[in-house]
């Protein structure tokens, strides 16, 4: 599954955005290429959570292709638990692909 939250205006030149996220690496990243989005945004949060930062007009486009907009507070919940667990699957197969060197 794919997420979008809500937008916020963090002061960013191109307006008000927003955080794309996914249940797995993978999909996050053919589904941000859908969006025409270059694979060298994908950033890591703080937090730990791999995303793509979107603008107001992106975050439309993504709802349209099927994103879940996450506006509730469970839906965030569920947002922040997908993006972690996204995470830690990338820095487990990281681990054992060094692992295997």
């Known amino acids: 599954m794919v997420y979008v939250d809500r937008l916020v205006d963090y002061g960013w030149r191109l307006g008000p955005s927003c955080h794309l996220i996914a249940d797995t690496v993978e ?3 053919a589904f ?11 950033q890591t949060s703080k937090s730990g959570i791999l995303h ?3 603008t107001a007009a992106r975050r ?3 709802i ?10 469970e839906d965030l919940k569920a947002f922040v638990a997908a993006g972690r667990e ?3 699957r990338v820095a487990e197969t990281r681990a054992n692909e060094e692992g295997g060197r």
């Open 52 to 54: 793509f930062d979107l």
């Open 64 to 73: 349209r292709f099927g994103a879940k907009a996450c506006e509730t507070t």
């Open 60 to 62: 439309g486009r993504a």
């Open 32 to 42: 941000a290429a859908r969006l025409g989005m270059r694979r060298s945004w994908l």
């Open 27 to 29: 999909e996050l990243r």
């Open 86 to 88: 996204c995470a830690r």
